[in-house]
């Protein structure tokens, strides 16, 4: 029987392999260029923190310290509630938003986590809205009152009185005053070309130009090699 895959032809592409010895090896300067580190067979794939979680975490847990210093009882609490989300494995950027959500409505609420009520929830949700928080901002605050009430105050079986009532979704009227992203704001197609081409260096040129084509958040386009 004849192979239907002439010989020198590799997997679904009909082009011939190049011999290894016409291949050009990049140059240590081509390298430079793109960016591209030298790896060993053998050393071991990290995905780079472009957001520096682990020092914006520190720096959280100081403000923790500081910010609630007057109170070591709410300071202790969010601590809990610290150690419990660590323990489930919750992402570092989870954490920190949990950290920032609780330290903000402690200083909206003006009383000790313990000491607050129904009412107080209320007139916080209030506060909320005329701020005009996203309904996202709005559900994943009522998310993080939910879980640290039930995790501190109710052994992370029953909701505490104060956060049991409320739902984490928000209702039609916030979010119809959402404002979205008109399509106007958009780049077109004509337009991505020219971004690519007033970059300032060919390494950015070729990360927007793969980025655009992948369609992948930038810590999905470093992992790329």
């Given at each position: 029987m004849i192979n239907p895959v002439p010989q020198g032809f590799v997997g679904s592409n009909p082009t011939s392999s190049?011999?290894?010895s016409v291949r050009c090896p990049k140059t240590e300067t081509e390298n430079l260029i793109l960016?591209?580190?030298?790896?060993?067979s053998d050393s071991k794939y990290q995905?780079?923190?472009l957001y520096n979680r682990k020092i914006r975490l520190e720096r959280w847990m100081q403000r923790i310290h500081t910010e609630l210093a007057d109170n070591e009882a709410d300071k202790q609490d969010v601590l809990k509630f610290v150690d419990y989300l660590q323990e489930k494995d919750k992402s570092i950027l989870w954490i920190i938003r949990c950290?920032?959500?609780l330290?903000?409505?402690?200083?909206e609420i003006k009383k000790s986590f313990s000491q607050v009520t129904k009412e107080d929830i209320k007139k916080?949700?209030?506060w909320m809205n005329d701020?005009?928080?996203?309904?996202?901002?709005?559900?994943?605050?009522?998310?993080?009152?939910?879980?640290?009430?039930k995790v501190v105050y109710g052994n992370n079986e029953i909701y505490a009185d104060c956060a049991k009532w409320f739902s984490v979704t928000v209702g039609k009227e916030i979010k119809s005053k959402e404002k979205t992203l008109d399509?106007?704001?958009?780049?077109?197609?004509e337009e991505i070309p020219i971004l690519i081409e007033n970059a300032p260096t060919l390494q950015k040129k070729a990360f927007l130009a793969t980025c655009y084509e992948a369609g992948a958040r930038p810590e999905e386009h470093l992992r790329l090699s």
């Open positions: 190049i011999e290894s960016g591209i580190q030298h790896q060993t995905m780079r923190d950290i920032t959500a330290l903000q409505l402690r200083k916080l949700f209030e701020k005009e928080y996203k309904a996202s901002t709005h559900e994943k605050f009522r998310v993080i009152l939910k879980i640290f009430y399509i106007k704001e958009y780049l077109e197609e």
